[in-house]
Antibody
């Protein structure tokens, strides 16, 4: 059973960089044709896809966040990470990491395993 | 940007059938997915590829699609089904609907 666990600071100052790590257990991040995603949810609001990475390091990002987001992978540690720069209060949210399995269409991706989420507050 | 539209809220009596819709341009050409999110919990996949149910999801959950509208149906709704439900599709990026709060009363 695959498990994902987010970790990182719960408080980040405005204009600084938010950094989170997702540790994957119960399976190798390099095995299978999976994508590894970051998704966030402001309190009381809906889900927003941030971006994803493949084990090879190939990434894609939400255009609305693309200029501020970097997702990286460390296969030796079975982890992938999120950096979000120049944060403001609008970036305060619960951040989830999630796995996307391969699909037979090759483009209809979804999220079958999720971490428990971690709350990040942007405040001075 | 690509949008998926859901009703903000749906109410249902226990034992009755709840239907939650999700509409989007060209959704008919994509697969729809549904997630359940109880308060304080992570989203849980309940329907994938329009109408398939993951292992462990009760049979009362079903999905369908007609044209550009996908529907999540919960038959014999139970109090434990009270939650937020999100539809999702892929349109070069991951896209979620705004979510529907299901109230069982």
């Amino acid at each position: 059973q695959v498990q994902l666990q987010e970790s990182g600071p719960g408080l980040v100052k405005p204009s600084q960089t938010l950094s989170l790590t997702c540790t994957v257990s119960g399976g190798s991040i390099s095995s299978g044709s999976y994508y590894w995603n970051w998704i966030r949810q402001p309190a009381g609001k809906g889900l927003e896809w941030i971006g994803r990475i493949y084990a090879t390091g190939s990434t894609s990002y939400n255009p609305s966040l693309k200029t501020r987001v970097t997702i990286s992978v460390d296969t030796s540690k079975n982890q992938f990470s999120l950096n979000l720069s120049s944060v403001t209060a609008a970036d305060t949210a619960v951040y989830y990491c999630a796995r996307s399995p391969p699909t037979y269409t090759g483009y209809d991706y979804y999220f079958d395993y999720w971490g428990q989420g971690t709350l990040v507050t942007v405040s001075s | 940007s690509y949008d998926l539209t859901q009703p903000p809220s749906v109410s249902v009596s226990p034992g009755q059938t709840a239907s939650i819709t999700c509409s989007g341009d060209t959704l008919g050409r994509r697969r729809a997915y549904w997630y359940q999110q109880r308060p304080g919990q992570s989203p849980l996949l309940v329907i994938y590829e329009d109408s398939k149910r993951p292992s462990g999801i009760p049979e009362r959950f079903s999905g369908s699609k007609s044209g550009n509208t996908a529907t999540l149906t919960i038959s014999g709704t139970q109090a434990v089904d009270e939650a937020d439900y999100y539809c999702q599709a892929w349109h070069t990026t991951g896209v979620f609907g705004g979510g529907t709060m299901l109230t069982v009363l």
